[in-house]
C-alpha cells in the first residue's frame, strides 16, 4: 500500500466512523482498523494500516513531540479537532504487532444537561457551593460527559473562577458568566496532585480533576474540598460502596480513620454511571446510580460500614437518590432499552425488573 492510499484509507475510515455514529476508531498493528458503534466493536474488511501512513498520522494530529514520547515511553495522549471528525482524544500505544491507535470521537459542542436524561438531582451539584462530587464507572461510561455538562451549567448560570485540570483536555468552555481555566497534564502542568496544590492559591471556586488515579491526588481533592471549594472528579469503580473503600484503602491502615472522617465530611455525592444500547434506532441511554450523602450516609462512611450504603441508596428515593438497577427497571419499563441490555450493564441482572404484563 503506497503512503498516499494509506492517508486516503485513514481518512475514509474517520469520516466513516463520524457518519455511522461511533464512539471509538481502532487501528493498527497487524489487525484490521474497527469502529465501537453502540457499545459493540464492529471490525472493518480491508487490510491492517501500515504503521509509517499511521506515525505520519500521529504526528499531523499530536505533533513531532508525540512520536518522541511513543519512542521513550510506549505511548502517548493528546486531543484535537479535525474537519473529518471533529473534536477527538487519541492514545496511541506500542504492542507486539507494532504501534496501536485509539480515537474516541467527542461531541461537537459542549453537552447541556438537559440532552443527557441523567437524574434531575444531579443539576442541584452545580448549584452546590462547596464539597465533593464524584463520576464513577468503567470507561466509556459518560464521566466526561456529563462532568462537561455541570461546567457548562456552572458556567451558564454562575459568576464563579472554574478550573479544569484534564489529561488531556476533551472539552472546551467559552466563557459564559464564569471565567474558566484549562489545564492540561504534561503540557500545563506535572500530575493531577501538584496541579491541585498549586490551584488552590488562584483563588478558584470550582476545580474539576479529570480523575483520582493515586493517594495524592485524592488527598489533594479531599484537602480542596475541605478548604471551600467545590470540587468534581472521576474514579474507576462500580458502585458507592467500592467508591468509598478505593479511597479509603489507598491509605495507610493508620490514616484510614481520618480519611473516612474527611470524606464524610466533603462528600456531596456519588453517581455511577452505565451507558446501554437504545431500544429503538441508534445511540445509547445513560443509567445511573446516585447516591446523596445525607446524615445517615457520612455516619456510614464515618463508622466504615460502606456495606451498608445500597440499603440508604434504597431507602434514600425522596433525597433523590436511586440504584442502577431502580434506573434500568424504569428504562426497560418505558421501553427505552431492552431488559436484556439492562441486565447485560449491572452487577445485579436479577434486581433488574421487567414491568408486569400490560403495564404501560
Known sequence: MTPDLAAIRIGELLCNARVRGASDIHFGGAERPALRIDGRLIVLEGEPLPEAAILTFLQSRLGAGALARLTERGTADGASRSADIGPHRIHAYRQLGGVRVVIRLLADAVPQLSQLGLPPVIASF???????????????????????????????????????????????????????????????????????????????????????????????????????????????????????????????????SQIRAQVAAVLLATVGLRLIPRAVGTGRRAAAEVLIATDGVRTMIREGKTHQLRNAIVTGRSAGMQTLEAHLSELVARREITLEAAQAASSRPHDVREPARGAA
Open 126 to 256: 452545580a448549584r452546590a457551593p462547596l464539597g465533593l462530587v464524584l463520576f464513577t464507572g468503567p470507561t466509556g461510561s459518560g464521566k466526561t460527559t456529563a462532568l462537561a455538562a455541570l461546567i457548562d451549567a456552572i458556567n451558564r448560570t454562575s459568576e464563579r473562577t472554574v478550573i479544569t485540570i484534564e489529561d488531556p483536555i476533551e472539552y472546551v468552555h467559552t466563557p459564559i458568566r464564569s471565567a474558566i481555566s484549562h489545564c492540561q497534564l504534561g503540557r500545563d502542568v506535572i500530575d493531577y496532585a501538584e496541579a491541585l496544590r498549586g490551584m488552590l492559591r488562584a483563588d478558584p471556586d470550582v476545580i474539576l480533576v479529570g480523575e483520582m488515579r493515586d493517594r495524592e491526588t485524592m488527598a489533594a481533592a479531599l484537602t480542596a474540598a475541605e478548604t471551600g471549594h467545590l470540587v468534581f472528579s472521576t474514579l474507576h469503580t462500580n458502585d458507592a460502596a467500592q467508591t468509598m473503600d478505593r479511597i479509603i484503602d489507598s491509605f495507610a491502615s493508620e490514616a484510614q
